[in-house]
């Protein structure tokens, strides 16, 4: 995950806003001109604008959140607003991963650009920006638990080359896939020559006349 929008790098005990539009002024439907005559309307007009943004990001922070996800792009006067009422922004362009942010924070993503209800608010421990291999990323840590529980981890692989990181990945994902099918349904056989290698070690040999009457058909 990459790194925040603003300058706030870390939260702790931090409800959660997540959107799943980005956090800026709507687009009207119907397309319209503004007439101005002079400066005077164009300042009143940036100031009607911004006065709006200012009640929107104001109701959210009222709300008790301390991190903003958007799903979409923050406008610089968003991000001004966030800015001032102390909120961290995190800006995620990919919906699996916004599916899963919400998992681990128990957050409900909001169409809509404005205050969440006590339901939809999602909570995390910590959120901290740290660098790892070079690269910002943003860490969600919940040292205790979610709403409901996290259900979900993050295993960080590296490697010295690309091919052998494949490699890695390629493992994992084999291992992940065989644990969760065998939670889901324990009727299985292992592979790789197992059940044989279990078989030979059992006590097949105390039927005696068994392996003689083996013995003695085959000869």
Known sequence: ???????????????????????EASATEAKGTVLMKNADDLMNYNK?????????????????????????????????????????????TSKWELRRLCTATGATALVRLGPATAEELGFCDEVDVKEIGGRKVTVFNQVKSAKDGCRISTILLRASTESVLNDLERAIDDGVNCIRTCCTNGDYVAGAGACETEVSTQKVYRSKSVWHFILFFNS
């Open 48 to 92: 009607s604008e911004e006065k709006k943004m200012d009640e929107i990001i104001k109701s959210i922070a009222d709300t008790g959140t301390k991190v903003i996800i958007s799903g979409g792009t923050v406008s610089e006067m968003a991000m001004h607003f966030i800015e001032r009422y102390g909120m961290m922004c995190i800006r995620i």
């Open 1 to 23: 995950m990459r790194g925040t929008e603003g300058t706030i790098r870390h939260a702790e005990n931090a409800p959660v806003s997540v959107f799943a539009c980005g956090v």
